[in-house]
């Protein structure tokens, strides 16, 4: 009936005219929040705050001083096992992805909603990276999309192993280390590349929530946190 093809199309033409909106909507958000963030080239220049050393004459190291404990690694220097741990973890689809994981948004998004709470954040290892780098651990909806752009940005630029490798010596493990290294150092007193695998999963369920679960806050915590990362090396 022609009354109903031209209903038909009626509505066809609302629906594209709804979706050129919204599809300009985002770009629009997209392109403002973008100009507002800061430029993803200060990682070619990435040189994250240190400790300063001091030795005796005798080679003896007899003090520290850093505003973050911290000392750099290459990614072959890392426990495969911690590497296995934290991919687990934190982002088992990252060398899958393009810094994006919207499943696990989404999902993080419906638990946080029918909780009530923000326990989840669906964030992939690349946008735990830009958040860290560059943007403050506030959550909110905005901040996150600028962990999306800025995540998308750095995938564009950096292969994997390069992205991994300044997360493992970018992200906090609490008590003042960061980076795997001195985390190592700190909690087991010797060097990542000795860690055993129930050490570096410790070290990995950490980085969730350094303030509740570092085995300096709360050793039951930390273990029970490692017993979920060796089951998530399980499962994987």
Known sequence: HPSFWRTGNTLALIAIFLVCLCVGAFLGVYERFRAELPSIARLEQW??????????????????????RREIIPLERVPPHFIRAILATEDRSFYRHNGINLRRLVSAAYH???????????????MQLSRNLFLTPEKRFVRKFKEMILAQEIE??????????????????????????SASQMYFGKPATDLTLPEAALLAGIVQAPSRQSPRVSMQAALERRA????????V
């Open 228 to 235: 979920a990362v060796l089951q998530n090396l399980v499962e």
């Open 156 to 181: 564009q630029r950096y292969a994997k192993d390069r992205i991994l490798e300044m997360y493992v010596n970018q992200v906090y493990f609490g008590s003042g280390a960061y980076g795997i290294e």
């Open 47 to 68: 040189q994250p705050n240190l400790v300063t050393k001091v030795y005796a004459a005798d080679g003896e190291l007899i003090a520290e001083f850093a505003s973050e």
């Open 112 to 126: 946080n909603l029918v909780t009530g709470s923000r326990g989840q954040g669906g964030s992939t290892i690349t």
